[in-house]
Each structure stands twice: as structure tokens, then as C-alpha cells.
T-cell receptor, first 114, second 115 residues
Framework: AQSVSQHNHHVILSEAASLELGCNYSYGGTVNLFWYVQYPGQHLQLLLK??????LVKGIKGFEAEFIKSKFSFNLRKPSVQWSDTAEYFCAVNARNQGGKLIFGQGTELSVKP | GAGVSQSPSNKVTEKGKDVELRCDPISGHTALYWYRQRLGQGLEFLIY????????KSGLPSDRFSAERTGESVSTLTIQRTQQEDSAVYLC?????????????FGPGTRLTVL
């Protein structure tokens, strides 16, 4: 069965610090990979996704993620966080031949101190 | 255009009662998903509808859970004889019918509390 593991439950950073959130998945076939974000009081929205091509993908608000197939990883990065990045971040994967249902990690809560 | 909407936003019920949760997907989106998020956990897939195909019910946790969708419109998720462990936020998402890599757009969720 597919599974997704996010390494950090809660990350606290100061503004301008660099961010890296870990995500590993378990699945032997071809997958699509996603990072979703949930800002306080808002609903889930897509940050970025990978499905083919360049393994380094760029998303909104300066976020990027790198797919490393050999490591089954899809880590999220941002060089300099802002207070407004405070949110919960979810990594998710779906298998190409299974209708698109997403398997989510447990989420990482990011708190950025001004 | 309008996003995915869900109602009610909050539902408090007593153990043993039935509840119905509603999802209105984005117009033209043929794929619709239900997920739930229990406190401190990630989202769990429940059920998936794609057009007129038989739904993928593989994520439903018990036979107390069921869902319907009429054509490519509204979906309802029904939980019968609710239990306290059913307390969670129930999220609906819709996607266009192109590929599985297409973005799923999420609604605001229904927070269900079973007393």
C-alpha cells in the first residue's frame, strides 16, 4: 500500500531563515507528487506538483520542491521564509493508474516568528 | 468562478444519529473525492466518483459510511449511527477529467463533532 511520511510535525523558524520540509513516499509505480498548504482559517490549496520532466519544480510564493526518484523523496524548500508562510503543509502522492486519489502525509505545521 | 462548496460548515450530533454532508463541486469537474481529517492526522481518502463509472469506495472505513453523486453535480456523504471516532473534518475535492496529475480543488470542509 502507498504511504507518505513527513519527517517533521512542527517546525519553528524566524523570518528569513531557510526552510526544508521532508517528504518520503512508499510506492513502486509511477506517481504524481503534490504539496498542499493550509493557511490559518483557509482551505487546502495547491502549492506545487510534479508529474514529469524537470524534477525541480517551482510553485507559488517562492516555494520549490525536488523529486529524487532514487530516494522516493519530494522535499519542499524555500530560501527565506516570511511570517505569512505560517501554515500547515501537506505532502501527497497519487498513483497514475488509480483514479487520482491522494495519499497524504500527516502534515507539518510551520510557525514563522516575526 | 466559484470553488468547491460544502455544507454545513459545522455539525454537532449525538452518538447514534445519522448525518448527511453535502458537496458542490466546481462546475464541469467530473471527478469528485471525499477525504476526512481527524485531529492531528493527515487526510484519509474515503471515496471517489468519476462521471458515470462505479465509485471507488475503497477508503470507506465501515458500512456506516456511504456516498452518492448524481451525474456530475452534488454529492452527499452519509454517516449512519455516528460514533465518537467519526468526529473529524470531512473534505470534498473536485478535479477536471483530464489526468490524475491535474489539481484537486478542495472545499472548506465540514467539521463533524459526535458527542
Amino acid at each position: 500500500a502507498q504511504s507518505v511520511s513527513q519527517h517533521n510535525h512542527h517546525v519553528i523558524l524566524s523570518e528569513a531563515a531557510s526552510l526544508e520540509l521532508g517528504c518520503n513516499y512508499s510506492y513502486g509505480g509511477t506517481v504524481n507528487l503534490f504539496w498542499y498548504v493550509q493557511y490559518p482559517g483557509q482551505h487546502l490549496q495547491l502549492l506545487l506538483k510534479y508529474f514529469s520532466g524537470d524534477p525541480l519544480v517551482k510553485g507559488i510564493k517562492g516555494f520549490e520542491a525536488e523529486f529524487i526518484k532514487s530516494k522516493f523523496s519530494f522535499n519542499l524548500r524555500k530560501p527565506s521564509v516570511q511570517w505569512s508562510d505560517t501554515a500547515e503543509y501537506f505532502c501527497a502522492v497519487n498513483a497514475r493508474n488509480q483514479g487520482g486519489k491522494l495519499i497524504f502525509g500527516q502534515g507539518t505545521e510551520l510557525s514563522v516568528k516575526p | 468562478g466559484a470553488g468547491v462548496s460544502q455544507s454545513p460548515s459545522n455539525k454537532v450530533t449525538e452518538k447514534g444519529k445519522d448525518v448527511e454532508l453535502r458537496c458542490d463541486p466546481i462546475s464541469g469537474h467530473t471527478a469528485l473525492y471525499w477525504y476526512r481529517q481527524r485531529l492531528g492526522q493527515g487526510l484519509e481518502f474515503l471515496i471517489y466518483f468519476q462521471g458515470n463509472s462505479a465509485p471507488d469506495k475503497s477508503g470507506l472505513p465501515s458500512d456506516r459510511f456511504s456516498a452518492e453523486r448524481t451525474g456530475e453535480s452534488v454529492s452527499t456523504l452519509t454517516i449512519q449511527r455516528t460514533q465518537q471516532e467519526d468526529s473529524a473534518v470531512y473534505l470534498c475535492a473536485s478535479r477536471s477529467n483530464r489526468t490524475s496529475s491535474d489539481t484537486q480543488y478542495f472545499g472548506p470542509g465540514t467539521r463533524l463533532t459526535v458527542l
